[in-house]
């Protein structure tokens, strides 16, 4: 976040609280925060240090003024570009970005899950903060669930699909619709029930199947709808001029 000193009141007042109220499988989360360090490290040398090995990583990118030209809000440089480097070396599950502005967000992290939280009001952004790390952590639990292992690494890109939209849903919601649309998608229910990830709860009025996410499924979709870890393929030429594809992995 930015050190400005007009940043002070909601670093000591909504997330330094929100985090020490967390304990987690046994262990205390502390807010670590580099211009507060007494370590001797260089503060790059400890901003990497703390991207890289830290339980979670917390970026406050809200709107920091206005380009005089366009007129166009901007964010803290600084954080913008420790926030490109905890996208190269964390999951996106380990990533939070928070603001308090609604303004139009930049198109490189739009698809990053962000929230939006009042700092205004100091109770009820102390919570909000605090219930979503503590989602994080779970969340991280889960991924590292070997059932969720095993699931996630046979999907396809129909099951994929499917599993967004039931991330869409509350937990509690029965879906279903006729067969039509994105064929891709519904030629994967048979798989999603195998996997035991959704069960048929019943059926509609109109005759077609209701289908409710099991806890893993619903697990399993909100995991998905995160982000899963890119795979970018670089393609190259050969001495004969031909084509030949390498897939290079971006995490």
């Known amino acids: 976040m930015s050190f400005d000193t007009r940043y002070k009141a909601r670093f000591e007042n909504v997330i330094a609280p929100a ?3 967390i ?23 400890e901003i990497n240090d703390g991207i890289a090995h830290s339980r979670l990583v917390l970026a406050d990118v809200s709107s920091v003024g206005k380009d005089s030209v366009t007129g166009y809000p ?4 600084n954080v ?9 070396c964390r999951q996106p599950h380990e990533v939070l970005l928070v603001r308090d502005d609604n303004d139009k967000f930049l198109f490189d992290v739009s698809t990053i899950p962000h929230k939006r939280i009042d700092f205004t009001n100091i109770d009820m952004a102390r919570a909000e903060l605090h219930d979503e790390l503590l989602n994080r ?10 059932r969720v292992k095993k699931a996630i690494s046979g999907l396809t890109g129909g099951e994929i699909s499917l599993l967004k939209y039931i991330a ?17 998608e519904w030629v994967s229910i048979p798989r999603l029930l195998d996997k035991h990830l959704i ?28 982000g899963l870890r890119k ?19 971006n995490i």
Not at 80 to 88: D, I, R
Not at 137 to 142: A, C, G, I, T
């Open 19 to 21: 985090i020490r109220d």
């Open 23 to 45: 304990t987690f499988n046994g262990v205390a989360l502390q807010p670590h925060r580099v211009d507060l360090s007494k370590s001797g490290d260089s503060i790059l040398s």
């Open 74 to 77: 901007y964010r803290n440089a």
């Open 80 to 88: 913008m570009y420790e926030v490109g480097l905890a996208m190269t």
């Open 137 to 146: 952590l779970k969340e991280d639990n889960h991924i590292n669930d070997a």
């Open 168 to 184: 869409s849903l509350p937990p509690t919601c029965t879906w279903g619709r006729p067969i039509e649309g994105n064929v891709q």
């Open 199 to 226: 069960y048929c709860s019943g059926e509609f009025e109109e005759g077609f199947p209701a289908y409710h996410a099991t806890e893993l499924g619903y697990i399993v979709a909100k995991i998905v709808e995160g």
């Open 231 to 249: 795979i970018k393929a670089d393609k190259k030429e050969d001495e004969t001029g031909k084509n030949d594809e390498e897939n290079k992995s």
